[in-house]
């Protein structure tokens, strides 16, 4: 039975992915919980908890290696994040370091001690879940500045994905960063964002996990490493068609402009 790791399991999409891919896809999940205890589950057996991950810690990839020890995973999903908006004059020193660290430091220290204990090895995905925040060619002037740590950790996450995808690719490890929709979530609601909700085309977690997992276990693998993807399209991208042109939107997966 193929696995998948889900890092960041107990909320928004990394909970609706633990469960899509026990009960649509029967895979076995490996799932991380931040705290001592894991939450409930609805499917025990198939769904291997593995407690006390935090990325802000710098021992996460060990930690993470520790708890998987003698398992071997097919894919690797890293959603967690932290997002806290900021304006100009009023930015945020502790947040920033926060929103860094959780997006594109900790990932580096899972994936390479996750490579180290050989838990990930040839033919296996690693999917670093970002934003088209992320994308600086995407940025326009109708949206404005602010929230820089945000899109400036969304930016670094897709560059350690690049970089990562050169030193993995001789392992035969398929590595991108993916915008997963926008979503009606706590993290979105919790920012203001729900009032965007309905305009901006937000998916619930569940539909966004579906064509998430999907796109990554039919669609993604060597050929694709190092790429940005939104598998949704670009219904949900604000600045597409100003930035990009009407006549480049789609429905249905979409490499993204770094």
Not at 26 to 39: E, I
Not at 170 to 182: L, Q
Not at 220 to 233: D, L, Q, S
Request: proline content about 4%; glycine content about 10%; aromatic content about 8%.
């Amino acid at each position: 039975m193929p696995s998948v790791l889900i890092v960041g399991a107990t909320r928004g999409l990394g909970k609706a992915l633990t469960s899509y891919y026990v009960d649509t896809l029967s895979y076995t999940v490996y799932a991380t919980s931040r705290s001592h205890a894991p939450p409930e589950s609805p499917a025990p057996d198939q769904i291997s908890w593995i407690t006390d991950i935090d990325l802000s810690k710098p021992s996460v990839g060990q930690d993470l290696a520790t708890g998987l020890k003698g398992k071997s995973v097919n894919t690797v999903i890293i959603t967690a994040g932290y997002f806290a908006t900021e304006d100009f004059g009023n930015a945020k020193w502790d947040e920033q370091v926060k929103m860094y660290t959780l997006s594109s430091v900790a990932p580096i220290f899972v994936v390479q001690e996750l490579v180290k204990s050989s838990i990930i090895s040839k033919g296996s995905k690693v999917i670093l879940v970002s934003s088209e925040s992320g994308s600086i060619t995407l940025r326009h002037e109708q949206e404005g500045g602010g929230n820089y740590g945000h899109h400036g950790s969304k930016a670094a996450l897709n560059m350690v994905a690049k970089q990562l995808s050169f030193d993995l690719k001789d392992r035969g490890i398929a590595v991108a960063s993916i915008h997963p929709s926008f979503m009606r979530t706590e993290m979105t609601k919790g920012v203001g964002f729900d009032k965007f909700w309905d305009d901006g085309g937000a998916l619930e977690p569940g539909d966004a996990a579906r064509i998430t997992a999907d796109w990554v276990e039919h669609d993604f693998g060597m050929e694709k490493t190092g790429t940005y993807w939104a598998p949704r399209g670009t219904r949900d991208i604000g600045n597409w068609d100003v930035v990009m042109g009407k006549d480049k939107a789609k429905e249905g997966a979409v490499e993204l402009p770094w």
